[in-house]
């Protein structure tokens, strides 16, 4: 763990690609305010770094969990599609070996709805369905997500993501690259409940599946 000015930079120890920026400060989502901006950037964007982390992440399900569709939030999709080519790679032990896996993401509506369209009921309904993200901190967004599967007719074979502040949501395990104690010190409030809110420090920027907007 190396320090860069007020931030870290974590790295794995499955693999030296495979690691984040954590960045303090004062921080606002959608659903709670964070004293850490967890980049993720090169591990969804980079095609190395997103191939090592799908190695990672299959091997909690390659040889046990049956999956049909990859759910991705967040923008997973290029792990998503790494993760489907290594749960799909042939192999005695692979469950999934030569099958074939959809990888789809679901739209939002201004009031942050989930929902997919008619011709992508066929890869959820009656599919077992693993949920992607990039993060999970208070389970509130990827509690949506999983209740939109269920709507749609879809099996929730399991939870993964690259960094997690739970370990279950819903009564399923998080399985995750990263957890809060990678990052010291991390903590999660309700804008109410927030001690830098109290103690009237300014926000230092807005973050969202996207990533980090300054103010």
Do not use: W
Not at 95 to 105: A, G, K, L, R
């Amino acid at each position: 763990m190396a320090e860069v000015s007020n931030s870290i930079i974590i790295t794995s120890n499955y693999n030296k690609l495979i690691s984040l920026k954590a960045t303090y400060g004062h921080y606002a989502t959608s659903s709670s305010h964070i004293n850490y901006f967890i980049d993720m950037t090169h591990l969804k964007c980079k095609r190395r770094e997103a191939k090592a982390v799908a190695e990672y992440i299959s091997q909690a399900y390659k040889t046990s969990t049956l999956i049909d569709t990859i759910v991705c939030m967040d923008g997973t999709e290029i792990i998503g599609a790494y993760l489907a080519d290594e749960l799909c790679s042939p192999g005695m032990q692979s469950v999934n070996s030569q099958n074939f896996i959809f990888i789809i993401t679901p739209e939002q509506t201004t009031a942050g709805q989930l929902f997919f369209r008619e011709n992508f009921l066929h890869t959820i309904k009656d599919k077992n369905v693993l949920l992607l993200l990039a993060t999970a901190t208070t389970g509130k967004t990827t509690g949506t997500a999983l209740s939109c599967i269920e709507y749609y007719g879809g099996r929730i074979a399991g939870i993964s993501s690259l960094f997690s502040a739970v370990q279950e949501i819903s009564g399923i395990p998080v399985n995750t690259v990263f957890t809060t104690a990678d990052v010291p010190g991390y903590a999660s409030h309700s804008a109410a409940d927030c001690p830098q809110c109290q103690a009237k420090q300014p926000l230092t920027g807005m973050v969202n599946s996207h990533g980090f907007s300054k103010l």
